[in-house]
């Protein structure tokens, strides 16, 4: 009895097993593939799982081309001959408008692969949505810009990238059939640099009149704030500070520490463009 007790112990255990593989293999049915994970921008999406297709895939490489006038122009047309189904054919993927030679990353891009959905496309609009069925369009149109920010950050990843290599643009949105930058990535590209000014313009600003100490007791209501002479320097207080740029129209607050001599200054020294408020705590 107590060996037929064991032996059906085993197999109950050999069944949950294959259960636990066997969904951790396979793509759940109506799954929706997300970016890349492998050093790449920091995001909060969840890693995929491998697909059907065959991880170990090898394909051909295209030359890498100089990222300027005068690389080859993909149509869509084209690209979509390039989605991994015919592994005679090198591997590519366009990210606003760029293309790239992904080959080296098969396990990820080829057919049944978690990413399989960017392949053979410009799927730029999925790279901050996440969603590769329905987003998986070249256009940012309707975008905020810090969604436009994270779709620049996946560009940046693929320019930089050791192994996928850069063969080309593709006609439409961002660039022309003779490769120019159109209109539309022209006032992207501006937008983002006005959004990279602020950033640095705002952690220059924290830098220079850091946090101010803060802590709670238990029943307590209030919140007590310090600042420390040693950290903050001599003869800084407490104080809420809002800084704000005009040109991006970013805004951003919090308790900091200042003393009454670097607040006088700060018309002459803040970041060119942006306006400081210092507010007193009661």
């Not at 951790?24 to 697909?51: A, F, H, L």
């Not at 051909?60 to 015919?86: C, F, I, M, Y």
């Not at 120019?180 to 959004?195: F, G, H, I, R």
Request: with cysteine.
């Amino acid at each position: 009895m107590w060996q037929g007790f064991r032996a059906a112990a085993v197999v109950a255990a050999v069944a949950v097993l294959a259960v636990f593989v066997f969904h951790n293999i396979w793509p759940e049915e109506g799954s929706t593939p997300q970016p890349e994970v492998q050093g790449e921008p920091n995001t909060s999406s969840p890693k995929p799982r491998k697909g059907k297709g065959a991880a170990g895939s090898s394909y051909p490489r295209l030359e890498a081309e100089e990222h300027a006038p005068g690389a080859r122009v993909w149509t869509t047309d084209d690209l979509a001959l390039h989605d991994g189904e015919n592994q005679r054919k090198p591997l590519l993927l366009a990210i606003m408008g760029e293309v790239y030679d992904v080959g080296p990353g098969a396990r990820f891009y080829a057919p049944g692969q978690g990413y399989s959905g960017m392949a053979g496309k410009d799927a730029s609009r999925a790279m901050s949505t996440g969603n590769f069925k329905e987003d998986a369009t070249p256009s940012l149109h309707g975008f905020s810009k810090e969604q436009v920010a994270d779709v620049m950050q996946w560009r940046s990843f693929y320019r930089n990238h050791e192994q996928y290599r850069f063969v080309g643009f593709l006609q439409g949105v961002y660039y022309s059939e003779e490769g120019a930058a159109t209109p539309t990535l022209q006032n992207l590209e501006e937008a983002q640099s006005l959004v990279e000014k602020a950033t640095k313009a705002m952690k220059a600003a924290r830098e220079r009149f850091k946090a101010c100490n803060s802590k709670t007791k238990q029943e307590d209501p209030n919140l007590e704030l310090w600042c420390d002479p040693g950290y903050h320097g001599v003869g800084t207080e407490p104080v809420y500070l809002t800084a704000y740029i005009a040109e991006s129209k970013k805004e951003e607050s919090w308790c900091a520490c200042a003393s009454p001599s670097a607040r006088e200054g700060t018309a002459q020294t803040a970041e060119a463009g942006m306006t400081l408020k210092f507010t007193d705590y009661p």
